[in-house]
């Protein structure tokens, strides 16, 4: 069974830091572009980052350039992201998603497989 888990989120301060993983089992992330999605209360979910199978290319939405940064690990089958200078704004549940490509408001091909999401608060 193909699985997507998110880990890593918490409530922290404006201004701080937290590093999200997407780990996989049941299959390898070496062949998929990997995506990070965040959906807050009341709004549509977005598409913030996305990295491609070798991690040579990405792609950040506007919202989140220069603060955060999308890797992977394809040894540990793992991707991650690196979110600094947090702001209220960033409040959200975050998911991973793989297999599609783009961040909102472009998204280039739709993400066939989908975490459960992790929950980040910015708050203080």
């Known amino acids: 069974q193909l699985q997507l888990v998110e880990s890593g989120g918490g409530l922290v301060q404006p201004g701080g830091s937290l590093r999200l993983s997407c780990a996989a089992s049941g299959f390898t992330l070496d062949y998929y572009a990997i995506g990070w999605f965040r959906q807050a209360p009341g709004e549509e979910r977005e598409g913030v980052a996305c990295i491609s199978s070798s991690g040579g290319s990405t792609v950040y939405a506007d919202a989140v350039k220069g603060r955060f940064t999308i890797s992977r690990d394809n040894a540990k089958n793992t991707v991650y992201l690196q979110m600094n200078s947090l702001k209220p704004e960033d409040t959200a549940v975050y998911y991973c998603?793989?297999?599609?490509?783009?961040?909102?408001?472009?998204?280039?091909?739709?993400?066939?497989?989908w975490g459960q999401g992790t929950q980040v608060t910015v708050s203080s």
């Open positions: 998603a793989a297999g599609g490509w783009g961040v909102s408001p472009h998204i280039i091909r739709p993400y066939d497989y």
